[in-house]
T-cell receptor, first 113, second 118 residues
């Protein structure tokens, strides 16, 4: 079972900042939080990864509170091309198996003009 | 950055035939690759973990005799859908972890392969 919960869909407008929150109440000490973007008929693309506090790269920021039970992907000044499905992935592959590679349902972000 | 490439991107076949999908890591070695399938408007479902030089590990509910996985080299994993039926029609995606990403979940994904079984 996926270890994450996200809103199914979100709408916003061009130029706005969009924040997508993912809940992962059962995150383990060794788990990282990774966000992916997927366009129709394409494989997912890595956006950002973090462990705690805040991470920023050229496309997004990731905010992780101290208890790490949730994380928020922040997309600054979105454009129409940011319309996609966004997945948060918690964990990875461990000796016990690939539970950490199970994707949740993702958030379908729709950007309007 | 590192790239994972799949081939073919689209394939249409008749029911009962077998189809092979290749997944290559183009500029890095991948001892482990992961195969996912995705139905329309659904999330990715992990099918199996492909291990170079050893047997694949299949997720619960995935038929290993139906979905044959071979990882014969450090840059190539193949998924063969045997005796395909219309219900096998799906989008198949492979991925490989970045260096150090094996345990953190940072993955490179292929472009995906759309299988349509008539």
């Amino acid at each position: 079972l996926a270890k994450t919960t996200q809103p199914i869909s979100m709408d916003s407008y061009e130029g706005q900042e969009v924040n997508i929150t993912c809940s992962h109440n059962n995150i383990a000490t060794n788990d990282y939080i990774t966000w992916y973007q997927q366009f129709p008929s394409q494989g997912p693309r890595f956006i950002i990864q973090g462990y705690k506090t805040k991470v920023t790269n050229e496309v997004a920021s990731l905010f992780i509170p101290a208890d790490r039970k949730s994380s928020t992907l922040s997309l600054p000044r979105v454009s129409l091309s940011d319309t996609a499905v966004y997945y948060c992935l918690v964990g990875g592959y461990s000796g016990g198996g690939a539970d950490g590679l199970t994707f949740g349902k993702g958030t379908h972000l729709i950007i309007q003009p | 950055g590192a790239v994972v490439s799949q081939h073919p991107s689209r394939v249409i076949c008749k029911s009962g035939t077998s189809v092979k999908i290749e997944c290559r890591s183009l500029d890095f070695q991948a001892t482990t690759m992961f195969w996912y399938r995705q139905f329309p408007k659904k999330s990715l479902m992990l099918m199996a973990t492909s291990n170079e030089g050893s047997k694949a590990t299949y997720e619960q509910g995935v038929e290993k005799d139906k979905f044959l996985i071979n990882h014969a080299s450090l840059t190539l994993s193949t998924l063969t859908v045997t005796s395909a039926h219309p219900e096998d029609s799906s989008f198949y995606i492979c991925s490989a972890p970045v260096a150090g990403g094996f345990s953190t979940g940072e993955l490179f994904f292929g472009e995906g392969s759309r299988l349509t079984v008539l």
